[in-house]
């Protein structure tokens, strides 16, 4: 199955900032997905990244809240914007490759 | 609108016997179903599927059964280990081959 490195694996950040996650696969895949696990709670899927295009956000996500690029098929990145205490989250990178869905180590955020 | 359930929160078992996870789901068009493992500050880890065609599948120590027409799937581990101790999600797939999970079970095996 796919190697994810996703980056940064932890971030402290103040109220009113961005943060950009990258995730780095070790293999070309059809599917590169974001999701959010909120304390104590399930993974919740953000967007399906795509190549070339614009994300597909899910209900309750939007574009300005949580812009996603996907420049080619190894590599894609989720960045935070503007950001306050409710969205400290583990986020989390995955992907749908011929060894089936894989998923990133998570990048811990905490907004202070 | 949870989809995908896990109703319970968390499960106590002892080492050397069987574990029984449950998640029930709504939709029928789930054509695929997923069980992860997750530790604290470390992505899920997958651990078997199982098609919506069959009603079994087993790998070692895990075996997943699906009950299609009481929309019911359930992981078995046996025997368990202290080392199984973890959160427990389940997932379906549904259109667009998003994945979307059940909301985990936590497991704990003791000595």
């Known amino acids: 199955s796919a190697v994810i490195s996703q980056k940064p694996s932890r971030d402290i950040c103040q109220r009113g900032t961005s943060l950009t996650i990258q995730c780095q696969v070790d293999s070309q895949v059809t599917m590169m997905f974001w999701y959010r696990q909120q304390p104590g709670q399930s993974l919740t899927l953000i967007a399906t990244?795509?190549?070339?295009?614009?994300?597909?956000?899910e209900s309750g996500f939007v574009i300005d809240k949580f812009p996603i690029s996907r420049p080619n098929l190894t590599f894609s990145t989720l960045t935070v914007s503007n950001m306050s205490p409710e969205d400290s989250s583990i986020y989390l990178c995955s992907v749908r490759g011929l060894g089936g869905y894989t998923f990133g180590s998570g990048t811990r955020l905490t907004v202070v | 609108d949870q989809q995908v359930k896990q109703n319970s929160p968390s499960l106590s078992v002892q080492e050397g016997r069987i574990s029984i996870l449950n998640c029930d789901y709504t939709n029928s068009m789930f054509d695929y179903f997923l069980w992860y493992k997750k530790y604290p500050a470390e992505g899920p880890t997958f651990l078997i599927s199982?098609?919506?065609?069959?009603d079994k599948n087993e790998d070692g120590r895990f075996t997943v059964f699906l009950n299609k027409s009481a929309k019911h799937l359930s992981l078995h581990i046996v025997p368990s280990q202290p080392g199984d101790s973890a959160v427990y999600f389940c997932a379906a797939r549904g259109g667009s081959d998003k994945l979307i999970f059940g909301t985990g079970t936590r497991l704990q095996v003791f000595p």
């Open positions: 990244a795509n190549q070339g295009s614009e994300a597909t956000y």
């Open positions: 199982i098609s919506s065609i069959k």
